[in-house]
């Protein structure tokens, strides 16, 4: 069966993935929450990311797990983050480390082909990467952890697009004890 292409985001109440100047500090990302991404991270196939959000990632990940103070949740995801493959979309980043291969655009020839080929699904992230797959129509699963809070403001999950309305069922739902909660929707194609 071919691989699916996830969209994996943490939005506010109000449907921003981050606030204004790129704040992500409201995220409630607690040890419970953590140990479930680990969970559904570790069994994905690999990560398509934007250059902005590989290079955060980038900055903290690779060595995090040398860090005694950080918890058991987040040494085991530096592991996952660093061990697979990751393709990065941007048309300035020239190379990346990492197990990390860089493609200058979206093309969904390439994309289905690279799921296709992946060992599971592959996880997408990044606001502006994923509006580029949505025009592209490549997104097949969203995978939303809504956090309960209301931003006012920053770079919204899903801009507007001129395509046709994408039904979507529900396919899980999960709140955890800090009051995020996940809702898995699945296209039907």
């Known amino acids: 069966m071919p691989g699916k292409i996830v969209l994996f985001a943490g939005v506010s ?3 921003y993935t981050e606030g204004e100047g790129h704040d992500i500090g409201w995220h409630q990302v607690d040890e419970e929450l953590h140990s479930h991404f680990n969970e ?3 069994a994905m196939g690999g990560f398509l990311s934007g250059r902005r959000t590989h290079q955060l990632m980038a900055d903290f990940w690779p060595t995090a797990d040398e860090d005694p103070d950080l918890s058991p949740a ?3 995801f530096a592991e996952i983050w660093r061990t697979k493959p990751k393709t990065v979309y941007s048309t300035t980043l020239r190379q990346a480390d990492w197990n990390t291969t860089v493609v ?4 969904p020839a390439e994309v289905r082909a690279l799921a296709d080929a992946a060992d599971g699904d592959l996880t997408l992230s990044g606001a502006t990467l994923t509006h580029a797959f949505r025009e592209h129509d490549l997104i097949d699963a969203y995978q939303i952890y809504v956090h309960p809070v209301v931003v006012g403001r920053g770079t919204p999950l899903l801009r507007p697009l001129d395509t046709p309305t994408t039904v979507l069922h529900l396919e899980r739902s999960r709140t955890f004890g800090n009051g995020v909660v996940l809702m898995r929707y699945e296209r039907r194609r």
Not at 104 to 107: E, I, T
């Open 40 to 42: 559904e991270l570790a």
């Open 74 to 76: 987040m040494r085991e």
């Open 13 to 15: 109440l109000d449907g």
């Open 104 to 107: 200058p655009r979206v093309d």
